[in-house]
């Protein structure tokens, strides 16, 4: 089992910045991705960043590509994604998700571990 905590979310305007962070905890072996989606209000959920474990590759969506950057901290098994350049329509809740997949973005079904969920509010 993993357990995802995030952390780092909130309001801004746009053109500004967050960063948010996730923690994973218990059995590394049980993922090879960590990865970030969203889920705007009447929307489906997306797919906005992926980052394979151990330097592996890294996958943005299109609606995000230049403005935001994902990383990870191996050592503290904490994903990071740094949002920059923020627009209204990033607004969303944001969630933390892992598991084990090919390469890619995973699809919904491709997520093993989900947290809870952080708020992202940006106002123009």
């Known amino acids: 089992q993993v357990q995802l905590v995030e952390s780092g979310g909130g309001s801004v305007q746009a053109g500004g910045s967050l960063r948010l962070s996730c923690k994973a905890s218990g059995d590394p072996n049980e993922i090879n991705y960590m990865a970030w989606f969203r889920q705007a209000s009447g929307k489906w959920r997306e797919g906005v960043a992926t980052i394979y474990t151990g330097g592996g590759s890294i996958y943005y969506a299109d609606s995000v590509k230049g403005r935001f950057t994902i990383s990870l901290d191996d050592a503290e098994s904490t994903a990071f994604l740094q949002m920059d350049s923020l627009k209204p329509e990033d607004s969303a809740t944001y969630y933390c998700?892992?598991?084990?997949?090919?390469?890619?973005?995973?699809?919904?079904?491709?997520?093993?571990?989900w947290g809870q969920g952080i708020q992202v509010t940006v106002s123009s």
């Open positions: 998700a892992a598991g084990t997949y090919a390469h890619g973005i995973p699809r919904e079904n491709g997520v093993d571990y």
